[in-house]
């Protein structure tokens, strides 16, 4: 499984890696997950290429009806849809020219027309997520050193460090209600899940399990965190309160399942299996599919089955409740 070929929150994974290592290696995108109707689920696959590059695509929430929306030589990874399900914000090598060694971040589109860089000094930034009302976007970036969450403007102006410690900091993702950003940092020693206010205040350590906790995901409602664990032994999709508490383990296979993103209504989760060539895969790196099942772990579907790599799976939202966006105070 290749998720990003050169960086600090993700790296290449073999099929003969420990469990501990998988989730060292394996990408740290997560998204926020706004209330809505379900619509298509956003995904990176490299079905088209006969190199381990991505290109993003959409489909319905059965598997049908793909569609690529980005065809560039370069990589594209890691879509995030908006709280409206208008746009996608990505992230992307393209800016590089060929040397692989800047990735920065865009917005699309939500059939991938009308792509835009995000700002003009970009310094390794991944990990997208939109603000509940479409006005920010919260991601990781390596612009002071070490690899910390910033928020900027939905139009590129407006930089903001919300995190400062030595350690990694990655995989922001917004709560519905716009006051929190769940990220996960190895600032404790490993993985572990962490909430900050969105003004950069405060704090809170949600997970502290001898194992890594990873990949937040608020669900729609605020009021539970899909994320993913090797607690158990290989990575799992496991849930939570909102404040770390009640945790239940979705998913039980002896492959890695990862990268969990909640359907707008609710009722699923979307996920990443890595089955480890145990189909036929094009390398090493190509084991990826997308599933989804409900969000108690029951009705497992499949909805991804080729050759390539399926991964980074974000749900779009539609038709957003009548009181959406909502009115996000200042945190203290």
């Not at 499984?1 to 790296?11: E, K, T």
């Not at 995190?163 to 006051?179: I, V």
Request: hydrophobic residues 30%; negative net charge; charged residues 25%.
């Amino acid at each position: 499984m290749l998720y990003l070929p050169v960086m600090g929150s993700a790296a290449v994974l073999l099929a003969c890696v420990a469990a501990v290592a998988t989730l060292l290696a394996v990408s740290k995108e997560a998204e926020s997950t706004f209330p809505g109707k379900n619509g298509k689920i956003a995904f990176v696959s490299t079905r088209h290429t006969k190199t381990e590059s991505g290109d993003i695509y959409t489909m319905n929430p059965s598997g049908t009806a793909v569609e690529r929306l980005t065809n560039h030589p370069e990589q594209d990874f890691e879509p995030a849809w908006s709280a409206d399900g208008s746009k996608i914000a990505f992230m992307s090598y393209r800016h590089s020219g060929g040397s692989g060694s800047v990735y920065r971040l865009y917005t699309m589109n939500a059939r991938g027309t009308s792509v835009e860089p995000l700002g003009s000094d970009p310094h390794d930034d991944h990990d997208p997520a939109f603000s509940p009302d479409g006005s920010k976007i919260a991601f990781a970036s390596y612009r002071h050193g070490n690899e910390d969450i910033y928020t900027i403007n939905a139009d590129g102006t407006g930089l903001e460090r919300l995190t400062h410690d030595p350690k990694e900091d990655d995989a922001p993702a917004f709560s519905p209600d716009g006051k929190k950003i769940a990220f996960q940092s190895d600032r404790a020693g490993k993985g572990d899940i962490y909430t900050i206010n969105a003004n950069g205040k405060r704090v809170e350590r949600l997970t502290n399990s001898p194992k890594y906790d990873v990949q937040p995901n608020f669900s729609p409602d605020g009021t539970k965190i899909a994320f993913t664990s090797n607690r158990a032994g290989n990575p799992e999709i496991y849930t939570m309160n909102s404040d770390g508490k009640r945790v239940k383990r979705l998913t039980n296979s002896p492959e890695d399942d990862l990268d969990p993103a909640w359907s707008p209504d609710g009722n699923r989760i979307a996920f990443v299996r890595d089955r480890h060539g145990k189909k036929p895969c094009r390398s090493l790196f190509s084991c990826d599919e997308i599933y989804t099942m409900n969000s108690n772990g029951q009705a497992l579907e499949r909805l991804t089955n080729n050759h390539a790599a399926d991964f980074n799976p974000d749900w779009q939202p539609l038709s957003p409740p009548d009181d959406w966006p909502l009115k996000v105070e200042g945190s203290a």
